[in-house]
C-alpha cells in the first residue's frame, strides 16, 4: 500500500519519542542536489543531510562502492581487522598531520574518544593526574551525550541533564587571552574548538587565532584539538578547516561528510598524543566501539575520500562557495533591514536576519529550497558539493524572495 506523506507523518506522531522539530516532509529519493518527497515534491537541498552528504544524493560511483561492499563484508566486530579499515586509515593519515586513527559512528563519539585520549595522556603518559579540566569555548557544539553536551557552550543543550561531566571551562570563542589564561592553569588537560563554529552560528574566528591556541597549548603542556565534525572532508575547501591557518592540532576528530551518509566517525592522533589511547601490556583496553571501522562504513570513507580528490571537489568548494557568498552578500545589500550578515567559508555559509530565523527556513521549504538553522539567527547554507551554480542561484533566489516577503524583518 502506497502512504502519503499525512499517512506516514500521523504514523510518526503516534511512535516516536518527541525530542526532534522535524519539519513536516517525508524523503523518499534523491539525486544529487535534489530530493523528493513521497508525493512526488520536489525540493532544493541545501543542507546536504547537514553537511554530510558531500558527494550529494544516490552518487552513483558511492552507490556502487557500497554495494559491491554489501556484497562482500559488512560487519567484524574489532575482534579482527578488515581490509576497508585500515586502507580508510591511511587515507587519512596520507592527507593529514594525523599518524594515527581510531574510528567510531558518529561526531559525538568522536569526540567522547577524544575527551578520553586528552584525560589519560595528561594522567597516564605525561604523568600530571591533576591535569583534567577541559577547556571549551561559548557557542560551540561538540555533540549530545552527556560528556560532549558538557564541552558545548550553548546552556540550551545542558538542561535537565545535570550532574555533567567536568571540569569544564568555558572562554569566549576568537579571545586568545583568555584561552592562554585558562589553559595556563595547573589543571587545564586541553582545549577543544571548531574552526569555525557551524551550530554556533557559521562563526569563523579572527586571523591568528588557532594558531594563537597552539602557541598557548605548546606553551602549557596542554593539547589542542579541533573538532572538525562539520568543517572537515573538505567542507570549506580544503582538506580541514585547521589548513587555512596553517596550524595542526595534536587531536582531530571528524564524523559527517566522511562516509557521504553512512554513519562513521574517527579520531585522528599525532603519535605523541596517541599515547593517550594506546593500550598498555597486559592492562585493559582504553577505549572501543563495536560498530567502529566496520568494513560498510571505512569503505564509504575511502571512497569519499578519492572522490572527492581525484574529481577535484576541493576546488570546486572553493569556488562554488565564493559564488554562494556573494550571493549571500547580494542579500543583505538588497535587504538592510532584513538580513545583516553574510559568513563562512567554502560550502559552510550562513545569513544572519534580524528576525524569524526559523520562519525564514520553513517559507524557504513552501517555496521548494530545504535549508537549516545555525543559532538562533542564521540561515545557514551546508549544500553537497556537487550543487552547481545554477542550483546555488535557485536556492538565494528562493530566499530573496522570502526576504522581500518581510517574514525576516523586525516588526
Known amino acids: 500500500m502506497t ?4 499517512d506516514l507523518l500521523a504514523v510518526a506522531d503516534r511512535t516516536f519519542i518527541k525530542n526532534y522539530r522535524q519539519q513536516p516532509v517525508v524523503l523518499a529519493r534523491g539525486a544529487g542536489a535534489e530530493l523528493w518527497d513521497v508525493d512526488g515534491r520536489r525540493y532544493l537541498d541545501m543542507t546536504a543531510g547537514i553537511a554530510v552528504c558531500c558527494l550529494g544524493h544516490a552518487h552513483p560511483e558511492l552507490t556502487r562502492r557500497l554495494a559491491q561492499q554489501l556484497g562482500r563484508l559488512t560487519h567484524v566486530s574489532n575482534l579482527y581487522w578488515n581490509e576497508p579499515q585500515i586502507e580508510a586509515a591511511l587515507a587519512l593519515t ?24 586528552v584525560r589519560r595522556w595528561q594522567q597516564v603518559v605525561a604523568g600530571q593526574p591533576a591535569r583534567t579540566t577541559i577547556v571549551a569555548t561559548h557557542g560551540s557544539f561538540h555533540g549530545r551525550s552527556v560528556a560532549t553536551v558538557s564541552l558545548t557552550g550553548q546552556p540550551k543543550y545542558r538542561e535537565g ?7 569544564v571551562e568555558f572562554v569566549p570563542f576568537g579571545d586568545a587571552a583568555a584561552a592562554r589564561t585558562a589553559l595556563a592553569a595547573p ?40 573538532d572538525e565534525v562539520q568543517t572537515g572532508v573538505g567542507r570549506t575547501g580544503r582538506w580541514w578547516g585547521h589548513e587555512h591557518d596553517g596550524v595542526t592540532p595534536d587531536v582531530m576528530t571528524l564524523a559527517k561528510g566522511l562516509g557521504g551518509g ?4 574517527a579520531v585522528l592522533a599525532t603519535e605523541r598524543a596517541a599515547a593517550g589511547l594506546a593500550a598498555a601490556p597486559g592492562g585493559a583496553v582504553p577505549h572501543a566501539s563495536t560498530f567502529g ?52 567559508r567554502g560550502l559552510l555559509r550562513g545569513l544572519r536576519v534580524a528576525a524569524g530565523a526559523a520562519a525564514v527556513v520553513a517559507r524557504a521549504r513552501e517555496l ?31 530566499l530573496g524572495q522570502v526576504l522581500a516577503e518581510g517574514v525576516a524583518t523586525p516588526t
Do not use: M, W
Open 293 to 344: 571501522g566496520n568494513p560498510l562504513a571505512t569503505a564509504a570513507a575511502v571512497a569519499v575520500l578519492e572522490i572527492v580528490e581525484r574529481d577535484g571537489l576541493l576546488a570546486q568548494v572553493t569556488a562554488r562557495g565564493e559564488h554562494l557568498g556573494q550571493a549571500l552578500a547580494g542579500l543583505v545589500a538588497a535587504h538592510p533591514g532584513a538580513a545583516l550578515e553574510a559568513r563562512g
Open 368 to 398: 521548494g529550497v530545504l535549508l537549516s538553522l545555525a543559532g538562533a539567527d542564521v540561515v545557514r547554507f551546508a549544500p553537497s558539493f556537487v550543487v552547481s551554480p545554477a542550483q546555488l542561484d535557485e536556492a538565494v533566489s528562493v
Open 3 to 6: 502512504r502519503t506523506a499525512a
Open 161 to 167: 541533564f545535570g550532574p555533567l561531566f567536568g571540569p
Open 94 to 117: 596520507g592527507r593529514s598531520f594525523a599518524e594515527r586513527v581510531f574510528f567510531c559512528n558518529s561526531g559525538a563519539e568522536a569526540n567522547e574518544g577524544a575527551i578520553k585520549l
Open 187 to 226: 589543571t587545564a588537560c586541553a582545549i577543544i574548538v571548531e574552526p569555525i563554529q557551524a551550530e554556533g552560528g557559521i562563526v569563523v574566528p579572527p586571523p591568528g587565532y588557532l594558531a594563537a591556541l597552539r602557541e598557548a597549548c605548546d606553551a602549557t603542556g596542554t593539547l589542542l584539538v579541533f
Open 262 to 265: 553512512v554513519p562513521v566517525g
